[in-house]
Each structure stands twice: as structure tokens, then as C-alpha cells.
């Protein structure tokens, strides 16, 4: 399938090429060569994408951790113009943000917050909880222009409901109800996770201990890490 795929690329639509990026991102199947090839042919291509194919292949890429900064450049170009197009969903910013957020990419990264934030609350992308919380997170960690309004959202809608039900649960009462309270909060909020920035937060208010995001990991994070890398094929991916 690898050789078809490569020997076929230049044959493909836009569609095929986001979907096999997306597939062998899906299976993670690192493969060099076939990324690479992907690569030139989505960047030839990239002004037939839309906004979805786009959000696709960065996630795709990110998820392989794959650098290629002219389709990077590439990206960022067309997506510019369909955010001004107001083309652009709650998902697919999200998508992007975390795809270079992933990569370390700021360079890209900053620009393209500075357009997706503004966007994001246009649209009132906050109905997606998962994507209001990729890209919260993403905000407050590189404090880009518009974070205090996406972060004051994200906590009055998201942060602020579900950290009350699991201070309920910390500290429990008589009627032993708290855990099903919690669970309804979570089923009304849509939130299943507070994301890298705010988890650290949630855990000091219910009496955790947790190092802040600028700190540097106790040396058992790093060796578990690498035994992560070294042992799972899940660990060799970095989106993961």
C-alpha cells in the first residue's frame, strides 16, 4: 500500500491526501518517505484544500511528529485566508493550534493564534468543549493576544462548574450523592478533561501538589518518559 500510495500521489484529490495523512497518523505508521512525498504533493496542492483538509493534515503530521516548515508556511498562508473568509470552525483552529503547539512550532504558532482567537470567540466556539479547551489551554500558555477573553470563558463555562463538583467530591457530605452530582456535571459541562495548564491548577485547588508548566520535571518524570519511548509503540509518537 506504501508503494501505491507513492507511486500514485501526484493522481490524488485533496480529500485522498488528508485522508492518507490522517490514516497512517491514526495507525502510527511513521514512515519518512511517504511523508515527505505527501508533503510536496499537499503543498502543491494547498490553495485547493479546505479549511477541514488543512486542520487534517496538520493534526496528521503533528501526530507523527513530522516537521516540514514549507508546508508549514504553506498552511499558515491558506489558512489566513479562509479565517478572513470567516471559513474556518471551532475544530479545525483548535486542530491547527495543537498540531504546532505539539511540534514546539511557535514561530508559526503565534501568528496563527493571533488570527484563531479572535475567530474562536466570533463564532462562539466555546459550544465545543474539546476544541474551547485545546485552544484555551494553548492561549494561556503563550499569553497571545485575546487569552484573557478565551480564559475567562473557559473558566466561567467549563473550568470553574466542574472544579466545584470535584471539590464536592474531595470533601464529601452525609448523602454520599457528590459522585453522581459530578457525574451529571460532567455530562451537562461536556468537559473530560481540563488540558495540560489548567489540570495543573485544578489539582492545587483540591490540595494536590503539582509543579507549574515553567518548571523543570522531578528526574522519575524524565525516566519514565523514556521508558515510554523505549517500550511502547504508542510512546514513539509524539502526539501522544
Not at 485544578?202 to 509543579?211: D, H, I, K, P
Amino acid at each position: 500500500i506504501l508503494l501505491e500510495v507513492i507511486s500514485k500521489v501526484n493522481d490524488f484529490t485533496t480529500q485522498n491526501l488528508a485522508n492518507t495523512a490522517w490514516a497512517y497518523a491514526k495507525l502510527g505508521l511513521w514512515n519518512e518517505r511517504l511523508m515527505q512525498t505527501l508533503a510536496n504533493a499537499i503543498h502543491r496542492k494547498i490553495w485547493d484544500f479546505d479549511s477541514q483538509g488543512l486542520a487534517n493534515v496538520a493534526w496528521s503530521f503533528a501526530v507523527l511528529g513530522f516537521k516540514c516548515p514549507k508546508l508549514s508556511d504553506a498552511i499558515l498562508a491558506a489558512a489566513k485566508v479562509k479565517i478572513e473568509a470567516d471559513d474556518f470552525g471551532a475544530q479545525e483552529l483548535a486542530n491547527i493550534a495543537w498540531s504546532w503547539d505539539v511540534l514546539g512550532d511557535e514561530e508559526r504558532l503565534r501568528p496563527f493564534l493571533e488570527m484563531a482567537i479572535p475567530r474562536f470567540t466570533a463564532i462562539d466556539g466555546f459550544s465545543d468543549a474539546a476544541a474551547s479547551t485545546d485552544l484555551a489551554n494553548i492561549a494561556v500558555k503563550y499569553q497571545s493576544r485575546g487569552s484573557r477573553k478565551l480564559d475567562h470563558e473557559f473558566r466561567t463555562r467549563f473550568f470553574e462548574p466542574l472544579l466545584a463538583a470535584l471539590q464536592k467530591c474531595a470533601r464529601p457530605g452525609r448523602n454520599g450523592h457528590e459522585v453522581e452530582h459530578m457525574e451529571s456535571e460532567v455530562q451537562r459541562i461536556g468537559l473530560t478533561n481540563f488540558g495540560y495548564m489548567y489540570a495543573r491548577e485544578a489539582f492545587r485547588e483540591l490540595g494536590f501538589q503539582s509543579r507549574l508548566h515553567n518548571e523543570a520535571a522531578p528526574q522519575w518524570v524524565a525516566h519514565a518518559r523514556l521508558l515510554a519511548r523505549k517500550h511502547t509503540e504508542e510512546g514513539r509518537i509524539p502526539g501522544t
